[in-house]
């Protein structure tokens, strides 16, 4: 079963008086439970499919289904209802609050969702407990590690049992070390069954991925896309 269809999906930005083809025809389809990079050069397209993937864009033209629901001509109020309960995010920079202890910042979406203070706490500590950082609850995330921090960002992103998760260069800011952690926290998130698509120009990090797709110039690439 497809969790992701995309057909013929464009994407067009006007700079000044230039128009910019960020996405020229992508046709794509991710089946549930898949591990999937989507990789290519700075400036390929791979972050603006992304951000269509994630119903935080629309697409110029095409068509984009997400659970054979055809999301891509939504208004952008039922994009967020889409993107609240079905994807989790997990972005470079980690997005975390930083006044906030990390049970506080991985209890956020819950609460948003309207769960019960007494539950929503239960279900944040359950999830950090499996990124390992059941001990760290209070510590807020200045006192964190990148490494760790990342770890907060990846619970936060699954509290939500999302049908997606999705992860922007999820490596990109950490050692090798504390990179393959994460990595290793992916590859388990998967054998458990989820959808995990995956963001990178880095090849290494992209092979642990069950398929790459690779992008160029906004288009899907047969060939080396870093040539």
Do not use: W
């Amino acid at each position: 079963m497809d969790v992701i269809k995309t057909t013929n999906l464009m994407k067009d930005y006007t700079l000044g008086k230039v128009k910019v083809h960020a996405l020229s025809g992508i046709d794509i389809c991710i089946q549930k439970g898949e591990f999937v990079a989507i990789m290519g050069p700075s400036g390929s397209g791979k972050s603006t499919l992304m951000h269509i993937i994630g119903c935080l864009d629309r697409p110029t033209e095409g068509e984009y289904y997400l659970d054979d629901v055809l999301v891509s001509a939504m208004p952008k109020s039922a994009l967020a209802t889409i993107r609240n309960s079905k994807i989790g995010f997990v972005f470079q920079s980690f997005n975390l609050l930083p006044h906030l202890n990390i049970l506080k910042n991985v209890e956020l979406p819950l609460m948003y969702g309207g769960m019960g203070a007494r539950k929503r706490n239960q279900k944040a500590r359950e999830i950090l407990d499996s990124v390992g950082l059941g001990d760290r609850l209070k510590h807020k995330p200045t006192e964190l590690s990148g490494g760790q921090r990342q770890r907060v960002a990846i619970a936060r992103a699954i509290v939500n049992d999302p049908a997606i998760l999705l992860a922007d260069e999820p490596t990109g800011n950490l050692d090798s070390q504390a990179g393959g952690d994460i990595l290793e926290i992916f590859n388990r998130l998967h054998s458990e069954g989820n959808t995990v698509i995956m963001v990178t120009h880095d090849r290494v990090v992209a092979e642990r991925a069950d398929r790459i797709i690779l992008i160029k110039d906004g288009k899907i690439f047969d060939g080396d896309p870093l040539i």
